[in-house]
Nanobody
Framework: QVQLVESGGGLVQAGGSLRLSCAAS????????VGWYRQAPGKQRELVAR???????NYADSVKDRFTISIDNTKSTWWLQMNILKPEDTTGYYC?????????WGQGTQVTVSS
């Protein structure tokens, strides 16, 4: 079993920045990929950023050039740096880790961007 613990999030004004972090109970080298998703009430969870083993990254078009995913191998932690935040970025954010056929999720953290 893998536990993911998120931190960060909160309230920020439009144009501001926040950083989310996700700490895993297992070595990050175990995972096929790590990432961040977000989900608004009543909507499907959508990919925000993903980093696959080998270094390939994927970003949602809506966050490209504003958000950056990064990792710390030594701490089994990854971050989502969010810059130039917009009100439409307001929602719950979830970190994820793919291990074999299984996906694991953090508990979620709320990001609210005021206009």
């Amino acid at each position: 079993q893998v536990q993911l613990v998120e931190s960060g999030g909160g309230l920020v004004q439009a144009g501001g920045s926040l950083r989310l972090s996700c700490a895993a109970s297992k070595s990050i080298f175990s995972f096929n990929a790590v990432g961040w998703y977000r989900q608004a009430p009543g909507k499907q969870r959508e990919l925000v950023a993903r980093l696959a083993a080998g270094g390939r990254t994927n970003y949602a078009d809506s966050v490209k050039d504003r958000f950056t995913i990064s990792i710390d191998n030594t701490k089994s932690t990854w971050w989502l740096q969010m810059n130039i935040l917009k009100p439409e970025d307001t929602t719950g954010y979830y970190c994820s880790a793919a291990l074999g056929a299984n996906d694991y999720w953090g508990q979620g953290t709320q990001v609210t961007v005021s206009s």
